[in-house]
């Protein structure tokens, strides 16, 4: 990694709500209204990378700050972020973001009839000498201004982007794949990316490289690859594929926001923990399963439906637990391959 942490103790990571101190993340994007129709059942809930990744982060330790644009009617629903200690910076916009998702498994049709003002460079620079990390989770284009982006390319801080929003245009209020012209520049700025099989393939394609190629072209030193009840994939710069499969969930409850809790679970067990990539992997598949199954951040915690104030449902997570994660190894499939 070209900004390494520092190494915590085991000790340390079966602590609950452990701080590590200066080792902070600021997580910006746009947090979203969601309405999710899923086994025909339809719910609205918070959404976006700030509120499944800055959860995860702060959840697992990590001192967490996210930045985000929403309208004044909806600043009220930020609350549940700040309640469990994320220091909460939003800009005025007209709009708050909003997304439908009409999930069935695997598969997922998203509509988004509303968007948010784009995250400005005001809005990150005074923020990035405030933090060791930047974790960017742009939800479309225009989401994430391109002076900000370079800021962050040119903060020296360990970046990492979930390349989603770059590689996806609205037409209609639909969600379609495309690539965007933002797209290099973000690569350009980050060291860990997350994309799923399918956006890979946009890019590779688009590039018209092979994955090691692409790796080597923009300097990333990671890629986290999800492949939904599938399992998951960490492609390194130096040639290394390691594969894993999905948890088990026997009683899904929902699978949105789970990638999000994968990839900054990811995170905090390889970067801030120092955990070898198989077992950082393992453990996030674990808390990505529990979020499947409602146990992580379970959905009463962000239905907009249920009142803010005065909730009792914020279980604990687990912290990286490097036996647990060992334990969970040898029940894993797990293979190193070269890409």
């Not at 923009?218 to 499969?245: K, L, M, N, P, Q």
């Amino acid at each position: 990694m070209r900004e390494p942490c520092r190494e915590a103790s085991l000790n340390s990571m079966r602590t609950k709500h452990a701080k590590i101190g200066p080792a902070t993340v600021l997580v910006v994007g746009s947090v979203t209204i969601d309405r999710i129709i899923e086994d025909r059942k339809t719910s609205e809930r918070l959404g976006g990378v700030i509120t499944y990744g800055g959860l995860t982060f702060q959840r697992l330790g990590v001192e967490t700050a996210v930045v985000t644009n929403i309208a004044e009617a909806h600043r009220g629903l930020l609350d549940v972020l700040a309640a469990e200690g994320i220091a909460v910076h939003a800009g005025a916009s007209r709009l708050t973001t909003h997304f439908v998702n009409r999930a069935q498994g695997d598969g997922r049709e998203q509509l988004m009839p509303e968007a948010a003002a784009p995250i400005t460079a005001g809005q990150v620079k005074p923020l990035l000498s405030e933090v060791r990390h930047v974790h960017a989770g742009p939800l479309h284009p225009d989401d994430i201004e391109p002076q900000a982006v370079a800021l962050m390319a040119q903060s020296k801080k360990l970046v990492s982007l979930d390349v989603q929003g770059y590689l996806r245009r609205t037409e209609n209020d639909r969600i379609v794949p495309a690539v965007s012209a933002g797209l290099e520049g973000a690569l350009r700025s980050a060291h860990i990316i997350k994309a799923d099989e399918a956006e890979l393939a946009l890019i590779l394609d688009h590039f018209r490289l092979s994955l090691p190629g692409f790796l080597q072209r923009f300097r990333i030193d990671e890629a986290v690859i999800t492949r939904g009840s599938r399992g998951a994939s960490v492609w390194t710069r130096a040639g290394e594929g390691y594969h894993f499969g999905a948890e088990t969930v026997r009683r899904p409850v929902s699978t949105v926001g789970a990638g999000d809790v994968f990839f900054a679970a990811y995170l905090v067990a390889h970067v801030y923990r120092r955990l070898d990539v198989d077992m950082a992997a393992m453990f996030a598949a674990g808390l990505a399963a529990k979020q499947v199954s409602g146990k992580h951040l379970p959905p009463q915690l962000l239905d907009l439906a249920t009142e803010l104030s005065g909730r009792t449902d914020r279980e604990e997570s687990p912290r990286p637990n490097g036996d647990e994660v060992r334990t969970r190894g040898r029940a894993e499939e797990r293979k190193r391959t070269r890409p």
